[in-house]
């Protein structure tokens, strides 16, 4: 074993266990299966694609629409790939858990890092809330009904939602425009990611750990908050779970771990494909969305 940089690990250790792909041995076979249920999403259901917020080419959003009586709740998720990866267009999948059972569902999108640093990442995140609360009543939702959820650096994401001053940010809204959110195999501390190689690619810094390390904040909005994370996914993930919980928990939130047996960091969120699986149906129970 090599030197410690940080808690037991050496540098190749903590690489490994912060090498999300690398744990799972069917990474590129899972990807695959969620990019075709994305396509799939687009066409089952009514949509608006690409919804520009800002001035740069990821500052959009993705609406898809539920059938039914309105007002509808409304649900936004943000996707995961270590804030330097990933796409709205491939994120879709997740309405199968969400649409059919009575809920807009908005996939939000950011500017990947290192476009842009966290702070500006975050920001947009926070547009994205603001929209849709502010046009909730425009695209057929329920102002008093949203909710958020995110996956990996989604769940980190998530959880910085959770963590802001809404009314500070935007007098017109409310403290609390969140009812209830799950973060799923959330990065929660991002004092190990600075310290391992997914570093080369963010360049975190010091007061990029210390800001927006959502352990290191508090939660502004104190709704119910549920962290699934698989069972198989290593002991870093399942700490910074566990970890995160404990400190929200101190500060007043609802927290609640989950932890999927037999799940890795994205047959987790596959499940999103079943509608009728155990998770999908906990999911939307948490949400407080129907299970019809």
Same mark, same amino acid.
């Given at each position: 074993? !090599?030197?410690?940089? *940080?808690?037991?690990?050496?540098?190749?250790?903590?690489?490994?266990?912060?090498?999300?792909?690398?744990?799972? &041995?069917?990474? @590129?076979?899972?990807?695959?299966?969620?990019?075709? !249920? /994305?396509?799939?999403?687009?066409?089952? $259901?009514? /949509?608006?694609?690409?919804?520009?917020?800002?001035?740069?080419?990821?500052?959009?959003?993705?609406?898809? $629409?539920?059938?039914?009586?309105?007002?509808?709740?409304?649900?936004?998720? *943000?996707?995961?790939?270590?804030?330097?990866?990933?796409?709205? @267009?491939?994120?879709?999948?997740?309405?199968?858990?969400?649409? =059919?059972?009575?809920?807009?569902?908005?996939? &939000?999108?950011?500017? #990947?890092? =290192?476009?842009?640093?966290?702070?500006?990442?975050?920001?947009? %995140?926070?547009?994205?809330?603001?929209?849709?609360?502010?046009?909730?009543?425009?695209?057929?939702?329920?102002?008093?009904?949203?909710?958020?959820?995110?996956?990996?650096?989604?769940?980190?994401?998530?959880?910085?939602?959770?963590?802001?001053?809404?009314?500070?940010?935007?007098?017109? #809204?409310?403290?609390?425009?969140?009812?209830?959110?799950?973060?799923? /195999?959330?990065?929660?501390?991002?004092?190990?990611?600075?310290?391992?190689?997914?570093?080369?690619?963010?360049?975190?810094?010091?007061? @990029?750990?210390?800001?927006?390390?959502?352990?290191?904040?508090?939660?502004?909005?104190?709704?119910?908050?549920?962290? =699934?994370?698989?069972?198989?996914?290593?002991?870093?993930?399942?700490?910074?779970?566990?970890?995160?919980?404990? /400190?929200?928990?101190?500060? &007043?939130?609802?927290?609640?771990?989950?932890?999927? =047996?037999?799940?890795?960091?994205?047959?987790?969120?596959?499940?999103?494909?079943? &509608?009728? %699986?155990?998770?999908?149906?906990?999911?939307?129970?948490?949400?407080?969305?129907?299970?019809?």
């Amino acid at each position: 074993m !090599g030197t410690t940089v *940080f808690r037991n690990y050496d540098q190749k250790s903590l690489d490994w266990w912060y090498n999300a792909r690398g744990l799972c &041995g069917e990474t @590129e076979k899972l990807k695959a299966a969620q990019e075709n !249920g /994305s396509n799939m999403c687009r066409q089952k $259901y009514r /949509s608006e694609l690409n919804i520009k917020l800002g001035d740069m080419p990821r500052e959009a959003i993705d609406i898809y $629409y539920p059938t039914g009586n309105k007002p509808h709740p409304i649900h936004i998720f *943000f996707h995961g790939g270590y804030w330097k990866s990933n796409d709205k @267009e491939t994120s879709s999948y997740v309405t199968d858990a969400l649409v =059919p059972y009575g809920a807009i569902t908005v996939i &939000g999108e950011y500017t #990947l890092i =290192p476009e842009v640093r966290m702070d500006e990442l975050i920001r947009q %995140c926070r547009q994205v809330i603001t929209w849709v609360w502010k046009n909730a009543k425009r695209i057929g939702g329920d102002q008093n009904k949203i909710t958020i959820s995110g996956h990996s650096a989604g769940g980190h994401i998530t959880a910085c939602m959770l963590a802001t001053d809404w009314k500070r940010y935007d007098t017109n #809204l409310p403290q609390t425009p969140i009812k209830s959110a799950v973060a799923t /195999s959330g990065l929660y501390d991002l004092l190990p990611v600075k310290l391992c190689s997914q570093n080369n690619d963010l360049h975190l810094t010091d007061e @990029e750990v210390l800001n927006f390390s959502p352990i290191n904040q508090n939660p502004f909005c104190k709704v119910p908050l549920l962290l =699934p994370v698989g069972g198989d996914e290593g002991p870093e993930f399942i700490r910074q779970t566990k970890d995160f919980a404990d /400190s929200w928990a101190k500060k &007043g939130m609802q927290t609640e771990v989950w932890i999927q =047996p037999n799940h890795d960091h994205f047959t987790i969120m596959n499940q999103h494909m079943d &509608g009728n %699986c155990e998770f999908s149906k906990r999911l939307r129970k948490h949400l407080n969305i129907s299970n019809q």
